[in-house]
């Protein structure tokens, strides 16, 4: 029904940038707060950044000034800007979606499949 396709990632180097995208896909009546969440290996899943459907934004203290979330409602998409990045942002990368797929019915949370995002020194 709903889908949530990432892109993006890949190996950079420290100090370097990567735009990852997040489109979602199927039908539904609209898409609301959306996110990125990552994980590294041994660590939980923590999360990134978040965007309301809006443009208002929340950021974790870990990417404040560094990353960028921004979304483009007319395609279902959402991106993040990650610059200067650091060894510690290595990690597999999700996008996650608030879609409301009726309207007697509430929003319902949907995952992407994730990306890995490796920073080398």
């Known amino acids: 029904q709903v889908q949530l396709v990432e892109s993006g990632g890949g190996l950079v180097q420290v100090g370097g940038s990567l735009r990852l995208s997040c489109a979602a896909s199927?039908?539904?009546?609209?898409?609301?707060?959306m996110g990125w969440y990552r994980q590294a290996p041994g660590n939980q899943r923590e999360s990134v950044a978040h965007?309301?459907?809006?443009?208002?934004?929340l950021y974790s203290d870990s990417v404040k000034g560094r990353f960028a979330i921004s979304r483009d409602n007319a395609k279902n998409t959402m991106y993040l800007q990650m610059n200067t990045l650091k060894a510690e942002d290595t990690a597999v990368y999700y996008c996650?979606?608030?879609?409301?797929?009726?309207?007697?019915?509430?929003?319902?949370?949907?995952w992407g499949q994730g990306t890995q995002v490796t920073v080398s020194s």
């Open positions: 996650s979606a608030d879609v409301n797929v009726a309207d007697w019915d509430r929003s319902t949370n949907y």
């Open positions: 199927g039908t539904f009546l609209s898409v609301n707060r």
């Open positions: 965007i309301q459907s809006d443009g208002r934004t």
